[in-house]
């Protein structure tokens, strides 16, 4: 059972605080396409023939490409891989590319799961993220969508944006709620190099919200959501019992993902790769048969921190039994004895093998998980 990744590196716009990889120039589009799918085919071999139960068009931003150009490359997947019956096929888009005509393009195709790059409703919040469409349009391409008979619907959110008020963001919460999205990715925004949000605040043009406020908006999510039905089940992802993205959740439980397209990134369990950033030489590699990615091959460290990184942000929780099985007897130790400590500060808890992430350890999970990762 595996799942492949496909990287759509386009956007017809830059949001001001996004460091995926993507160009706003679309030249090189048809050649990109031929290239994934030569690349398809190289990779037949690296999910040993496992059944292909989930595939992801991520971006960049997906919906901006023709329906054809999806087929073409759907088509070269069912071509080289076993293609599982009930697949979930999720594709990402912003809401002013999707039409009638390309959601049902795109769902004759096979794709059943549609995610929606929403961010926020309030117009001011998505002109300063230099978005390419209002609140409205957003609600008005889930509706479309849903009418259109698809229930799988996410919606990315964000919080922590400077100046985001608390009310504003319990109403974008319950305006998507309204909606009856199945799924939510509601992400803390992160200031990454190379951004204008990261220009602003060099020179100060920008400041960031305070992590009291930043904290507060975390725990009315939690709060917001749980309380209309939804589960928490990954630090950034909520959803209807049963709407769980299996794509991501396949990440989260060290499942084996082939990723296609520049910089994507591909694990076997062995090995993880990672495709070159950058357009034109990802083509002229796969075109030339020089090297179009760089790998590296897990230590038992290595396996063990990916262990610990991937499980403790789920509800499925990090398992002693496991820990025991990856680790000798002074790494056990070692670790043991720390999410002991994190179980004595109430941020962790444990229960029958597991331990798991009590609401303050989730405010600092991206602490926990370093200071329980092997050096
Ligand atoms: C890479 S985008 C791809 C989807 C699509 N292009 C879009 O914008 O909706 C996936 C999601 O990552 C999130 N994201 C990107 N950069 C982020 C950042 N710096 N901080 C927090 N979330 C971010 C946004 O919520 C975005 O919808
Ligand atoms: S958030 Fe989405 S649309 Fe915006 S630049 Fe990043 S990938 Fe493109």
């Not at 944006?161 to 992400?187: A, F, Q, R």
């Not at 049963?242 to 397209?261: A, F, P, Q, V």
């Not at 789920?314 to 990856?326: E, P």
Request: with cysteine; glycine share 6%; aromatic share 10%.
């Amino acid at each position: 059972m595996a799942g492949i990744y496909i990287h759509i590196p386009f956007c017809s716009k830059a949001c001001n605080y996004c460091d995926f990889h993507f160009t706003t120039s679309f030249k090189l589009k048809e050649q990109i396409i031929s290239a994934i799918c030569k690349e398809v085919e190289l990779n037949r071999s690296y999910l040993d023939s496992d059944l292909i139960k989930t595939i992801y068009f991520g971006g960049g931003t997906p919906s901006i490409l023709d329906v054809h150009e999806v087929e073409k490359i759907l088509k070269s997947i069912h071509k080289n891989f076993r293609v599982s019956h009930d697949l979930e096929c999720t594709l990402e888009s912003n809401p002013n590319d999707l039409t009638k005509e390309k959601i049902n393009g795109f769902t004759s195709l096979g794709v059943n799961r549609l995610s929606v790059g929403g961010q926020s409703f309030n117009d001011d919040q998505l002109k300063k993220l230099n978005r390419t469409h209002t609140g409205k349009q957003i609600e008005s391409t889930i509706k479309l969508i849903q009418d259109m008979g698809i229930k799988n619907i996410n919606l990315d959110l964000m919080y922590g944006l400077p100046g985001l008020k608390n009310t504003s963001w319990e109403n974008d919460l319950k305006k998507s709620i309204d909606l009856e999205v199945t799924h939510l990715s509601c992400y803390c925004l992160t200031i990454e190099k190379g951004t204008v949000f990261y220009k602003m605040v060099k020179k100060g043009d920008m400041i960031i919200d305070a992590d009291k406020k930043i904290n507060s908006q975390f725990l009315i999510m939690r709060e917001v959501l749980i309380n209309n039905g939804f589960d928490h089940y990954e630090i950034s992802n909520f959803c209807i019992p049963t709407y769980e993205s299996k794509h991501n959740t396949s990440y989260w439980s060290g499942k084996k993902y082939l990723g296609i397209g520049p910089s994507a990134h591909s694990y076997n369990g062995k090995k993880r790769h990672w495709n070159i950033k950058n357009n034109f030489k990802y083509i002229e590699a796969l075109r030339s048969g020089r090297p179009f990615y760089e790998e590296e091959i897990l230590s038992a460290k290595n396996i063990i921190n990916e262990y610990i990184l991937t499980r403790i942000r789920t509800t499925n929780g990090v398992s002693l039994t496991k820990i025991a099985l990856l680790t000798n007897q002074a790494e056990y130790n070692n670790i043991k004895k720390k999410l002991s400590q994190f179980v004595d500060e109430s941020l962790l808890y444990y229960k029958n093998d597991y331990f798991f992430l009590t609401q303050d350890g989730m405010i600092l999970c991206d602490k926990i998980t370093s200071d329980l990762f092997l050096m």
